[in-house]
């Protein structure tokens, strides 16, 4: 390094870049800028051991990198230059720190002496994003000498771990640069280098072993568990980067204490459903039915992950009010609905279960409380199968139960917030596709919607995105990531012409001013909005029609697939039927 090294900056940004790619950084996203010039050069360098990709659009760019982390597992490192580019991340970091992905965000700053002075593209970037890193700090100036260079070294390996320990989440590094910015002389002697810097020694302890592994026993099931019988488990929402291993483990703890367990569409049990005996997708149709709701109370309730979209469930959980674990190893509180709870933080694959217990064979010994859930999912689950199969107009819902059964095994699919997340929580059915489910429910907004899909999607599978036309269109700019991206997403694109989840609202039955400020229709024409931007454009006629477009998947490029419905007769619908596949269920068990 030292003899192509020309100014300070580079160095620094070596020794920053190395020791990232040490750790095992694969990703940088790196938006364009001058005073960023010296991080985008040392990523450049770093190729092909990290992938730099230029990305337009900060906002944009931070959602990609928000769903290339979500995919991996593994922090991705975002680069913008001083000024508003920062604050054009903070969606995206809000949503990482709420779902708990990590990243590590390095904005580059002016030096000391160039702000508060109105200097250009200057604001104050110190504790930019408030409270939502896990960690943030400002790196010192840069400076050639060898305990400076080891400060750096080590504060980045900091960073790093704490984008993932104890929580993953963001951290933010602002770094100040002095001009020059390109890699041209500024009057420093390197010399020293050749005999004080040799890199083997200097990054000796920087492994890529994070987290690092903690010994422990299986954590021992409480006694309380064992002897109720009246118990469910919540399989809410999670991303777990091993979803197998996840779903066996909460399997084997309703085996073990003949639970059922509650699956939230956006758990990956739904995907995995031959693992679990007792699984239970059609809870939010069997608690509409009030004798059904009362006789179903539980005595206690364990929460795995995050709790699900479901208000009828989240209702019916409050006004019972049991003793509820919520098994997480995250230091948050995942209890919204403030009850008798106790947070075990520990993940649910440490739990000391019998791993030879498979379940009982014989329906009839199951414990009375646990075949009431088995018969209601049974009947429940043919009502809506059969409900949706003779459907042939286009209802919304029906795309969702659809991409259940029909997605190539294994698909990474992104579904957006609002209406379909929730019409996946009502009609995904149960299968063993494994299908990879993404989301962005941490703060379950709508802005960077195609850009974490893309994200998701680059360098993986063919992936599938389901969403609405407004998130897609509050995000249009993920589309000028087309050049950059490596691999196939198919945007199966709900176009009501507005935002349907607002039906479902009281504020619905006022209009004025509904339509215009809730329903907020766009008119977009999108074989045009698509043939813009160089994506092909595909207008669905028919469920026989989709299903041909879903399977097989094409390898590359991007396209849209237009599914044309209207909000207002699904969201009657939805009020309609929802509370009527439970309604007639025979109780047979006393």
């Not at 459907?391 to 957006?416: R, V």
Request: proline fraction near 8%.
């Amino acid at each position: 390094m030292s003899n192509a090294c020309k100014n300070v900056n580079q160095l620094w940004a070596y020794i920053l870049t190395e020791t990232l790619k040490r750790l095992g950084l694969t990703c940088a996203v790196i938006c364009p800028g001058s005073r960023s010039t010296p991080l985008a050069v040392a990523f450049a360098q770093q190729k092909p051991d990290i992938e730099a990709i230029s990305i337009l659009d900060e906002r944009s760019a931070a959602f990609f990198a928000l769903g290339q982390a979500k995919a991996s597992g593994k922090p991705v490192v975002l680069v913008c230059t001083s000024g508003t580019a920062g604050a054009n991340f903070y969606p995206a970091i809000i949503e990482a720190k709420e779902s708990r992905v990590p990243l590590l965000i390095l904005t580059a700053d002016r030096p000391p002496e160039l702000r508060d002075c109105h200097s250009g593209q200057t604001i104050d970037q110190v504790k930019l994003y408030g409270t939502y890193p896990n960690w943030q700090t400002e790196l010192a100036l840069p400076s050639p000498h060898m305990g400076m260079l080891a400060y750096l070294r080590q504060t980045i390996i900091h960073a790093w771990e704490k984008s993932q320990i104890p929580s993953q989440g963001p951290v933010h590094l602002n770094i100040p640069l002095r001009d020059p910015l390109a890699p041209i002389p500024d009057g420093t002697d390197f010399s020293y280098l050749e005999s004080q810097f040799h890199p083997e020694e200097f990054f000796t302890a920087v492994i890529n072993s994070i987290p690092f592994p903690i010994p422990h026993s299986p954590f021992p099931i409480p006694s309380e568990w064992q002897q109720c019988d009246r118990g469910i488990i919540i399989a809410g929402v999670a991303q777990p980067n091993q979803p197998q291993e996840y779903c066996r483990a909460i399997a084997q703890l309703s085996q073990t204490l003949k639970w059922p367990v509650l699956a939230e569409g956006l758990s990956p049990l739904r995907n995995y459903a031959d693992l679990n005996l007792y699984l239970i997708s059609t809870y939010d149709q069997i608690l509409r039915n009030p004798q059904l709701a009362k006789q179903l109370a539980p005595q206690m309730v364990i929460q795995v992950g995050e709790m699900p979209t479901s208000k009828e469930l989240r209702n019916w959980i409050t006004s019972i009010q049991p003793q509820r674990w919520v098994i997480d190893p995250s230091d948050q509180n995942l209890d919204p609905l403030h009850g008798r709870t106790i947070h075990l933080r520990m993940s649910i694959e440490d739990l000391g279960t019998r791993e030879e217990d498979k379940g009982e064979k014989s329906f009839a010994s199951l414990p009375n409380y646990l075949q009431l859930w088995c018969q209601a999912e049974t009947q429940v689950r043919e009502a809506v199968d059969q409900t949706l199969a003779k459907m042939e107009d286009f209802f919304e819902g029906k795309a969702a139960w659809l991409l259940s059964q029909i997605l190539p095994p294994e698909t990474p699919l992104f579904i957006a917030n609002s209406m379909p997340v929730r019409d996946v929580e009502f009609f995904w059915k149960p299968n063993n596709l494994g299908v990879r489910s993404h989301f962005n429910r941490g703060a379950n907004g709508i802005d960077g919607t195609l850009s974490t899909a893309l994200g998701m999607a680059h360098r993986h599978h063919s992936s599938v995105m389901l969403t609405g036309d407004l998130a897609l269109l509050h995000d249009t700019n993920g589309f000028l990531i087309r050049n950059k991206f490596v691999g196939h997403l198919t945007i199966l694109l709900i176009n009501n012409n507005g935002g349907g989840i607002f039906e479902m609202l009281p504020i619905a039955k006022f209009d004025p001013p509904f339509e215009e400020f809730f329903g907020t229709p766009q008119d977009i024409d999108f074989a045009q909005l698509c043939a813009t931007y160089g994506v092909e454009h595909e207008l669905i006629t028919s469920w026989s029609h989709l299903q041909q477009r879903l399977n097989p998947l094409p390898d590359t490029g991007i396209r849209v697939l237009e599914l044309r419905t209207n909000r207002k007769n699904d969201a009657k619908w939805r009020q309609e039927n929802l509370k009527n596949f439970a309604a007639d269920i025979a109780i047979i068990i006393p």
